[in-house]
């Protein structure tokens, strides 16, 4: 049976025990058929372990105090599978909490943990991993679809009279292995290269969508246990492609049996009030600089990157943890810091040491922030000053480009601004580009019902935008049921319009976003150089008149020539800049009739000829669709045209 060294005690209490999740929790020893059980509750009288066999009270399961700073530990013989609580006599009175290490926990409404057995599971990765830790992701395709597991499809039930409304719901839920035969071919039928899980972390609101958590090392037993999980994980990985996961460490939920008040007192919250409290979320913000605290999240992301060979955290909020009066607006609640700002010092400290720890355990990962700030160095290193994350979300790239494709064409010269200005700060950080799940809820409406026009205009616009974020530099997001042009934003309740695939137009979208992603997948010059200004650059960038952009995408051995329409009239002789005197042709083309399109596409070879273009000394003249996207390559120089159109 494990017992809890004095390096254990230390490191925990000093905020650099990196694998607590080893020692803190319950651990089942299948040899003595016994369980330890070791939790932190510094301010607690008494803690004990409750059960149904005591019915809850902690009677015959006292724990023993073996730190001064709090750890309590007891050893007792109850089998893997036992639902379990502590229970803590503080000042204010007796509480039941669930463990806040506990790796398993019952299906809401129920709130218990379980003590889980070993784990069985038997990994088939290992060439995924080899793969992973011998390329740069940096170089590589990295093209994301944003999940949300309970409500990409769904088992269609019949309310059965006794059923709860969780009874019908879990009925509904396709399990994790279910997910397994179901969504990893989808995906790489689709030819996405990673999926985005929403937090699985245990959570007791299904429609917090994961993002208020009780159980941060618990993957929610909604779907199927733990090992479960890992079968998922494992048959994406098998399928070549790479699982990250959103994770929260800037807030938990305030729920009884969670962290909130653990042992009577502010613990894992800070006991002031303006710092703890997240008003428009309802939620609490983790004692950064507490040392305990430390321990607890960063072990928390190791164990997911080690126990779940997980390829990566999407850390949540990130700007919330770095901003001191991010819900403080007037000036009597403002707080700040030694130096008379609002820069979070605790939280930008323990994001430092977070991103150092995780590389130097895993250096081969993705640390992803989502963060909605304009504050620098988001993606450089520690040592440098930054914050330490390798990819940062471009929520500007985003705003400013729906701005623009929401608009009418007529208003689309006057604003030409909005799709030429992300590119002024490309290069300042590493950029994921996400048309993500916050962009189609709450009255936002759908990406296609975003679009201006009659149906027609609406696909040949959406054809636009994804084509326009997928050359552009930068990995790439787009969440779950937007490949399928759907008229209705995301219904957190109900499944994924699949329905909706009878249509042309929509089997077209979904034919048009695959060929898409397959044509970047197999096109280095879209993704090799993202983050080096060599691999973009601008032909024509002022032609705010006819809304027409032009540029080129480089790899080390490929040039693409990328032209958008962004008004509805077909352009015939139109100028394009070309580097070199050769024989282009058009080897992609939005405006295919197989998408939905019109059919005005180039089959001919185009020659460059001499001009006084602005730029460039070459020319190729050719036609251009209407909200189209083409892509031309030297004709010597065609690989691979992604899926046959």
């Not at 004990?48 to 066999?53: K, R």
């Not at 609490?284 to 060979?309: C, K, M, V």
């Not at 590119?423 to 300042?428: A, G, H, L, V």
């Not at 994921?432 to 759908?446: A, M, N």
């Amino acid at each position: 049976m494990q017992s809890i060294t004095d390096l254990d005690q230390y490191l925990f209490h000093q905020g650099t025990h990196y694998e607590s999740y080893r020692f803190l929790g319950s651990h089942y020893d299948p040899e003595t058929q016994q369980t330890a059980f070791t939790v932190w509750a510094p301010h607690a009288r008494h803690v004990a372990v409750g059960l149904d066999h005591n019915n809850w009270t902690g009677r015959d399961y006292a724990l023993t105090r073996v730190t001064d700073a709090g750890l309590w530990s007891g050893v007792f013989d109850i089998p893997a599978g036992t639902t379990y609580k502590y229970v803590l006599d503080t000042t204010e009175g007796k509480l039941l909490k669930a463990d806040p290490y506990a790796r398993y926990a019952q299906k809401r409404p129920r709130t218990a943990s379980i003590v889980e057995a070993p784990s069985s599971y038997e990994w088939q990765d290992a060439e995924w991993l080899k793969k992973r830790s011998t390329r740069s992701h940096f170089s590589s395709p990295v093209n994301i679809y944003e999940v949300h597991l309970g409500t990409w499809r769904k088992h269609e039930v019949r309310k059965q009279p006794d059923w709860t409304v969780d009874d019908y719901t879990d009925a509904t839920y396709y399990s994790y292995r279910e997910m397994a035969d179901e969504l990893v071919p989808y995906v790489k039928e689709m030819g996405y290269s990673h999926v985005e899980f929403l937090p699985i972390t245990e959570h007791p609101f299904d429609l917090s969508w994961g993002y208020q958590v009780t159980g941060y090392y618990a993957p929610t037993s909604r779907f199927g246990s733990p090992d479960d999980f890992k079968y998922l994980i494992d048959s994406f990985h098998q399928a070549g492609i790479g699982v990250i996961m959103d994770w929260v460490p800037a807030h938990f939920c305030k729920d009884a049996h969670g962290l909130r008040l653990f042992d009577g007192q502010p613990l894992y919250e800070y006991a002031d009030a303006r710092r703890a409290d997240k008003r428009g979320w309802g939620t609490l913000t983790f004692d950064f600089g507490r040392p305990e605290i430390q321990s607890f999240l960063i072990s928390n992301a190791i164990y997911w990157l080690t126990e779940f060979h997980l390829d990566g955290l999407r850390v949540d909020a990130v700007h919330s943890m770095t901003d001191l009066n991010f819900e403080n607006h007037t000036p009597e609640t403002k707080i700040y810091n030694d130096e008379g700002t609002s820069v979070h010092k605790e939280a930008v400290a323990f994001i430092q040491k977070l991103n150092t720890i995780v590389f130097q355990y895993h250096p081969d990962v993705l640390m992803m922030a989502e963060d909605s700030s304009d504050i620098p160095m988001i993606t450089a290193p520690v040592d440098k000053g930054g914050l330490g994350f390798n990819y940062k979300w471009d929520l500007g790239f985003m705003h400013d480009t729906l701005d623009y494709f929401e608009l009418s064409q007529e208003a689309r010269p006057f604003n030409h601004r909005h799709l030429t200005f992300p590119m002024m700060y490309r290069y300042n950080e590493n950029y994921i580009l996400p048309f993500s799940h916050d962009e189609v809820v709450h009255g936002k409406r759908s990406m296609l019902d975003k679009m201006p026009g009659d149906q027609w205009q609406k696909f040949a616009n959406l054809r636009a935008l994804y084509g326009y974020q997928m050359t552009q530099p930068g990995k790439k997001l787009l969440f779950m049921g937007s490949e399928l042009g759907l008229y209705s934003e995301w219904k957190d309740k109900e499944q994924i319009d699949w329905f909706i695939l009878k249509y042309p137009y929509h089997r077209g979208m979904q034919k048009y976003v695959r060929t898409l992603n397959q044509f970047y997948l197999a096109h280095p010059a879209l993704y090799e150089l993202d983050f080096e200004p060599a691999g973009y650059e601008w032909i024509d960038a002022d032609n705010n008149e006819q809304a027409v952009i032009s540029y080129i995408r480089r790899s080390a051995d490929e040039e693409l020539i990328v032209v958008i329409n962004m008004t509805g009239q077909v352009y015939y002789d139109f100028p394009v800049g070309v580097p070199v005197d050769a024989g282009y042709r058009e080897i992609f083309n939005s405006d295919l009739t197989a998408f939905g399109g019109s059919g005005q596409q180039v089959t001919d070879e185009l020659f460059a000829v001499e001009n006084d273009h602005p730029g460039y000394k070459y020319i190729i003249r050719t036609k251009l669709p209407p909200f189209g996207m083409s892509i031309y390559q030297q004709t010597g120089k065609i690989k691979n045209m992604g899926e046959s159109k």
